[in-house]
């Protein structure tokens, strides 16, 4: 746990233009046919025993993108086509307030504010062909999302250093709500080969809801050096509050009939408690650690549509940690690792509410799913502090996704489950070089070997060969390097990700950077996806029924953004994280 961090020369102190600093700003995105901005100005000012950041951005942002299915039943194709268009609105205000209270002891308070609008709205066509391959008719459909929320946080660190070094004490609090609204038009039709309305196909449902989470959490953690080695103890109190009310109402004739069954409230709550501890020990060209966790975890959550149900469950968890390290020289050492972790689904996992996509598309959520756990092991060895090559061996227990299942009426309904154990072998190399004094490098190449374990009789095991290369290059235009260029490449063979196997992947990106020093003036310029290569093609199989996939996001896009600063040039921000991270993700 440590400070944000606000740095200055001291002797720079002493004169008042010199307590504060202020930085604008700006950048625009220019795609192939939409374009998004942002603009924030930050706030520095550090004196004597205040240090103050203030943030305020607006950020506008228009996307695009294409989804592209072939469905092949036992004795239809469905050949859909989607875009999507997305506009954002975020509004977003940060504060962070550091207070020195003696020499020894201060204390950290900072708040979030953030504000979003967004406006969804997509177009589908669906083909529809028999087993012979002659057209039968389309579905055309249109949906239309709008969504508001608000996220607050409020956080508060408290730091006491006693006087033998690396001994000190932090108790931290932290509080985050993310609440809003929904509104949700999808409307379509069926048309038959000669493109005639069929009676009874049409579709007109309405849905929205409330939503509301709020996460609490309290930690402490104390660390001193003993003669033996340096000992760190502490303990976490995380508790989660859920609740949303989704309505769901389909149309039949002139009325809006509600749907109970799709209407749930649902209420969710989840207490955890973890105490953790951590040994650190050095032993001349030796760096030993050892850390473990404990974490109870109680669950209670219950849904109301037509009846009322509860879902409670209680586990306890242990997660070990150790690492060593051996150095060679100061540039050469050898380090291994291993830890154990958990991944926990993300709210909207959790909720039973329906999503509609289109008539022949829904998405459904379960109040069941389990959290992942993940194993990590990492054998690294770093040559002259430039080169490295490792080893990296991941397991990643109960995988959830949203699994599609299908039934006799063709809509394919994804729902979420615990479906796959993943293995993956990784061999990684690392380098850093320079060419001729004026072109800085850096490039990876990763072999990988991938097993998806099946844990549902729907979907077979599947593994994968595959290798990942990158380069990235900086070339210095002048002796100062206030100006300089960029050109990076990177290519993905293969894949497999769950039940689905991507086709290779590669993109070449361009930018230029200019610095003014004396104008205190950045100006960068960037392009990406320039050989317009990033289109997603993905196979998958479940339940004997094969889909072809080609997803699109439109990423080809030029990007100007400028940063100009003035009073302090050395007074630096960065922020400080939250140990509530994990959660706000959530």
Not at 1 to 14: E, K, R, V, W
Not at 36 to 62: C, F, G, M, R, T
Not at 134 to 142: F, I, K, L, P, S
Not at 262 to 275: C, G, I, K
Request: glycine share 4%; net charge neutral.
């Amino acid at each position: 746990m440590s400070f944000s961090q606000i740095n200055t020369a001291d002797s720079l102190q002493n004169t008042t233009e010199d307590r504060y600093s202020v930085t604008l700003n700006s950048s625009y995105r220019q795609q192939s046919r939409y374009s998004s901005y942002n603009n924030n100005v930050n706030i520095v000012y550090d004196y004597k025993k205040w240090k103050i950041n203030a943030n305020l951005a607006y950020n506008y942002e228009e996307s695009f993108w294409e989804n592209d299915r072939d469905t092949y039943y036992a004795d239809r194709l469905f050949v859909g086509r989607k875009k999507s268009y997305l506009d954002s609105n975020l509004l977003n205000s940060f504060v962070d307030v550091q207070y020195q209270i003696s020499d020894r002891t201060k204390i950290n308070v900072y708040t979030i504010n953030d504000r979003n609008r967004d406006v969804l709205s997509s177009t589908d066509d669906i083909r529809m062909y028999n087993y012979s391959n002659v057209y039968t008719g389309n579905y055309a459909g249109n949906r239309r999302s709008d969504s508001d929320y608000n996220r607050n946080a409020v956080n508060a660190l408290l730091r006491h250093d006693f006087e033998t070094p690396n001994k000190y004490f932090t108790a931290e609090a932290d509080w985050v709500q993310k609440a809003g609204s929904y509104y949700q038009y999808t409307y379509g039709q069926d048309y038959d080969a000669t493109g005639a309305a069929v009676p009874n196909r049409n579709y007109d449902v309405f849905n929205n809801g409330t939503f509301d989470f709020d996460v609490y959490t309290a930690n402490v953690l104390f660390s001193t050096p003993t003669k033996w080695f340096d000992f760190t103890i502490g303990g976490k109190w995380a508790f989660i509050d859920v609740d949303a009310h989704t309505t769901l109402a389909q149309k039949f004739d002139a009325d809006y009939i509600l749907d109970l069954a799709f209407s749930p409230l649902f209420d969710y709550n989840e207490n955890r408690q973890s105490v953790f501890t951590d040994f650190k020990k050095t032993v001349g060209k030796w760096e030993l650690q050892a850390g473990l966790k404990f974490e109870n975890t109680i669950i209670k959550s219950s849904v109301l549509d037509v009846a009322k149900q509860n879902y409670d469950s209680k586990f306890n968890n242990l997660f070990p940690s150790a690492n060593v390290k051996y150095s060679f020289s100061e540039q050469n050492n050898l380090a291994l690792g291993y830890e154990k972790s958990i991944n926990r689904p993300p709210f909207r996992f959790l909720s039973p509410a329906l999503g509609v996509y289109n008539a022949y598309e829904t998405y459904q959520g379960s109040p069941l799913v389990k959290p992942s756990f993940v194993d990590i092991l990492n054998l690294v060895y770093t040559f002259k502090s430039k080169y490295n090559v490792g080893f990296a061996y991941t397991k990643i227990k109960d995988n959830t996704g949203g699994l599609a299942t299908f039934d006799t009426d063709y809509v394919i309904r994804h729902k979420i489950r615990n479906y796959f154990d993943i293995s993956t072998y990784q061999l990684t190399a690392n380098a850093s070089f320079t060419v001729l004094d004026f072109m800085e490098s850096s490039a990876q190449l990763q072999g990988f070997y991938k097993t998806n374990e099946s844990l549902i009789p729907e979907i077979n095991d599947n593994w994968i060969w595959g290798w990942y290369g990158m380069l990235n290059n900086q070339f210095n235009l002048n002796k100062s390097k206030t100006i300089s260029a960029n050109l990076n490449f990177w290519y993905k063979s293969k894949t497999n990700d769950a039940e689905f196997l991507y086709e290779e992947r590669y993109a070449l990106d361009l930018g230029m950077k200019i610095l003014l020093p004396k104008q205190n003036l950045t100006i960068n310029l960037s392009a990406t996806d320039a050989l317009r290569s990033l289109n997603e093609y993905a196979v998958s199989t479940v339940d004997n029924v094969h889909q072809k996939f080609r997803n699109y996001w439109d990423p080809r896009s030029f990007k100007i953004a400028i940063s100009y600063k003035f009073g302090n040039k050395k007074l630096e921000y960065s922020e400080r994280t939250s140990q509530n991270i994990n959660d706000y993700y959530r």
